[in-house]
Protein backbone atom coordinates (compact mmCIF):
# COMPACT_ATOMS: atom_id res chain seq x y z
CA UNK A 1 0.00 0.00 0.00
CA UNK A 2 3.15 2.37 0.37
CA UNK A 3 5.02 3.80 -2.71
CA UNK A 4 7.82 5.71 -3.32
CA UNK A 5 8.00 7.86 -6.20
CA UNK A 6 11.27 9.67 -7.04
CA UNK A 7 11.69 12.97 -9.35
CA UNK A 8 14.23 15.65 -9.93
CA UNK A 9 16.48 13.65 -11.78
CA UNK A 10 17.99 14.42 -15.52
CA UNK A 11 20.84 15.38 -17.68
CA UNK A 12 23.65 18.03 -15.89
CA UNK A 13 26.85 18.81 -16.81
CA UNK A 14 30.16 18.15 -14.55
CA UNK A 15 30.19 20.83 -11.97
CA UNK A 16 26.51 21.22 -12.08
CA UNK A 17 23.60 20.47 -9.17
CA UNK A 18 20.56 18.81 -9.24
CA UNK A 19 17.72 18.07 -6.00
CA UNK A 20 16.23 14.67 -5.83
CA UNK A 21 12.35 13.67 -3.95
CA UNK A 22 11.18 11.38 -3.02
CA UNK A 23 7.77 11.19 -1.80
CA UNK A 24 6.05 8.68 0.21
CA UNK A 25 2.43 7.49 -0.66
CA UNK A 26 -0.07 5.29 1.11
CA UNK A 27 -0.77 4.31 4.44
CA UNK A 28 1.47 5.54 6.83
CA UNK A 29 1.90 5.68 10.35
CA UNK A 30 5.46 6.64 11.23
CA UNK A 31 8.57 6.18 9.19
CA UNK A 32 11.68 5.29 10.69
CA UNK A 33 14.69 6.11 8.38
CA UNK A 34 15.14 7.11 4.67
CA UNK A 35 18.00 6.77 2.40
CA UNK A 36 19.31 7.01 -1.01
CA UNK A 37 21.17 4.32 -3.15
CA UNK A 38 22.51 4.65 -6.44
CA UNK A 39 23.18 2.14 -9.16
CA UNK A 40 25.28 2.21 -12.24
CA UNK A 41 24.57 -0.24 -15.42
CA UNK A 42 26.49 -3.35 -14.04
CA UNK A 43 27.43 -2.49 -10.67
CA UNK A 44 25.88 -3.12 -7.18
CA UNK A 45 23.43 -0.63 -5.45
CA UNK A 46 25.31 1.39 -2.96
CA UNK A 47 24.35 3.76 -0.38
CA UNK A 48 24.89 7.32 -1.58
CA UNK A 49 23.39 8.81 2.11
CA UNK A 50 20.97 7.93 4.94
CA UNK A 51 18.95 10.22 7.55
CA UNK A 52 17.68 8.58 10.79
CA UNK A 53 14.23 9.46 12.72
CA UNK A 54 16.32 11.32 14.89
CA UNK A 55 18.20 13.54 11.78
CA UNK A 56 21.49 11.44 12.30
CA UNK A 57 22.77 10.99 8.95
CA UNK A 58 25.54 9.21 6.44
CA UNK A 59 27.50 9.73 3.52
CA UNK A 60 29.31 7.30 0.83
CA UNK A 61 32.92 8.87 1.16
CA UNK A 62 32.20 9.30 -2.81
CA UNK A 63 29.91 12.23 -1.88
CA UNK A 64 31.05 13.82 1.34
CA UNK A 65 30.88 17.14 1.33
CA UNK A 66 28.77 17.24 -2.01
CA UNK A 67 25.70 15.77 -1.35
CA UNK A 68 22.94 16.61 1.60
CA UNK A 69 20.02 14.30 2.42
CA UNK A 70 17.64 15.75 4.32
CA UNK A 71 14.10 14.68 5.28
CA UNK A 72 9.98 16.03 5.86
CA UNK A 73 8.48 13.36 8.01
CA UNK A 74 5.38 15.82 7.75
CA UNK A 75 5.40 15.67 4.15
CA UNK A 76 6.54 11.93 3.77
CA UNK A 77 9.29 13.16 1.56
CA UNK A 78 12.64 13.07 1.37
CA UNK A 79 15.48 15.30 -0.66
CA UNK A 80 18.92 14.53 -1.63
CA UNK A 81 21.22 17.90 -3.05
CA UNK A 82 23.71 17.12 -5.44
CA UNK A 83 26.34 19.65 -5.92
CA UNK A 84 29.71 19.34 -7.65
CA UNK A 85 28.26 16.61 -9.88
CA UNK A 86 31.04 14.40 -11.56
CA UNK A 87 30.66 11.88 -14.49
CA UNK A 88 31.33 9.06 -11.95
CA UNK A 89 28.03 10.35 -10.18
CA UNK A 90 25.79 9.00 -13.44
CA UNK A 91 23.48 6.09 -12.12
CA UNK A 92 20.12 5.20 -11.40
CA UNK A 93 19.42 7.00 -7.58
CA UNK A 94 16.76 4.86 -6.06
CA UNK A 95 14.63 5.99 -2.73
CA UNK A 96 14.62 3.84 0.07
CA UNK A 97 12.22 4.38 3.38
CA UNK A 98 11.35 2.19 6.36
CA UNK A 99 8.09 2.25 7.11
CA UNK A 100 5.24 1.44 9.49
CA UNK A 101 1.82 1.24 8.37
CA UNK A 102 0.04 1.09 11.38
CA UNK A 103 1.08 1.25 15.43
CA UNK A 104 0.89 -2.51 15.21
CA UNK A 105 2.81 -3.55 12.63
CA UNK A 106 6.26 -3.73 12.04
CA UNK A 107 8.21 -1.81 9.93
CA UNK A 108 8.78 -2.21 6.19
CA UNK A 109 11.00 -1.59 3.36
CA UNK A 110 9.78 -0.09 0.57
CA UNK A 111 12.16 0.92 -2.44
CA UNK A 112 11.06 3.60 -5.19
CA UNK A 113 11.41 2.60 -8.95
CA UNK A 114 14.56 5.21 -9.63
CA UNK A 115 15.17 8.14 -10.99
CA UNK A 116 18.55 8.64 -13.52
CA UNK A 117 21.12 10.92 -13.31
CA UNK A 118 23.42 11.62 -16.19
CA UNK A 119 26.40 13.98 -15.58
CA UNK A 120 28.04 14.34 -18.58
CA UNK A 121 29.68 17.53 -20.99
Known amino acids: QVQLVESGGGLVQPGGSLRLSCVAS????????MGWYSQAPGKERKLVAH???????IYADSVKGRFTISGDNAKNTVYLQMDSLKPEDTAVYYC???????????????WGQGTLVTVSS
Open 26 to 33: GSIFSINA
Open 51 to 57: ISSGGST
Open 96 to 110: RMTVRVSPAYRYLEV
